[in-house]
């Protein structure tokens, strides 16, 4: 079994919503909230590097992060 994801306005989902129950696949609706969770888990799988990184190297980073974008 394998799936899709497909980002589109309410019209559209809905016509894809229609295609899909006839063509017998299960449809499940997500929240925006749901969609950018599913979203970062994927992009966190693709860069995953199986190192350990503690929490003091983490928030170094973020806040130099912070501080370079303004």
């Known amino acids: 079994m394998s799936a899709i994801l497909i980002k589109a306005d ?8 229609k295609l899909a129950k006839k063509l017998g ?11 950018e969770d599913f979203a970062l888990g994927v ?12 929490k003091e190297e983490i928030l170094k980073k973020l806040k130099t992060k912070k501080y370079n974008s303004q």
């Open 25 to 35: 696949g299960d449809v499940y609706s997500l929240k925006e909230e749901q969609f």
């Open 43 to 54: 992009l966190m799988d693709k860069v995953k590097t199986n190192q350990l990184v503690s």
């Open 10 to 17: 309410s019209k559209v989902n809905k016509e894809i919503y």
